[in-house]
Nanobody, 123 residues
Framework: QVQLVESGGGLVQPGGSLRLSCAAS????????MGWYRQAPGKQRELVAT???????NYADSVKGRFTISRDNAKDTVYLQMNSLKPEDTAVYYC?????????????????WGQGTQVTVSS
């Protein structure tokens, strides 16, 4: 199995910045794509940003120009740089990974979620 651990959440003022990190560990795996999703109380979990193995990125319209997703392949880590934060960005942010688990034969294509990290934007 693969474990995803998020960090970097917290409380910031509107207009501030946060940098979220998600480190993947556990079974031997190869990452096809990783992404960030968020869920506010009473709302559906929504995509924030994804980055594929080839480097292609995708962003929700609500965060374009403010958030940047990146990765460090050597560390199996994905980051979300969040700038110009707004109160409506307040949510639990979840890391997601689409991976091939290689520790067993045959390999398995799996999708994993982190436990979430709280981001609160408030004055």
């Amino acid at each position: 199995q693969v474990q995803l651990v998020e960090s970097g959440g917290g409380l910031v003022q509107p207009g501030g910045s946060l940098r979220l990190s998600c480190a993947a560990s556990g079974s031997i795996f190869s990452i096809y794509a990783m992404g960030w999703y968020r869920q506010a109380p009473g709302k559906q979990r929504e995509l924030v940003a994804t980055i594929a193995a080839g480097g292609t990125t995708n962003y929700a319209d609500s965060v374009k120009g403010r958030f940047t997703i990146s990765r460090d392949n050597a560390k199996d880590t994905v980051y979300l740089q969040m700038n110009s934060l707004k109160p409506e960005d307040t949510a639990v942010y979840y890391c997601n990974a689409d991976v091939a688990v290689l520790s067993q034969i045959p390999t398995r294509r799996m999708n994993y979620w982190g436990q979430g990290t709280q981001v609160t934007v408030s004055s």
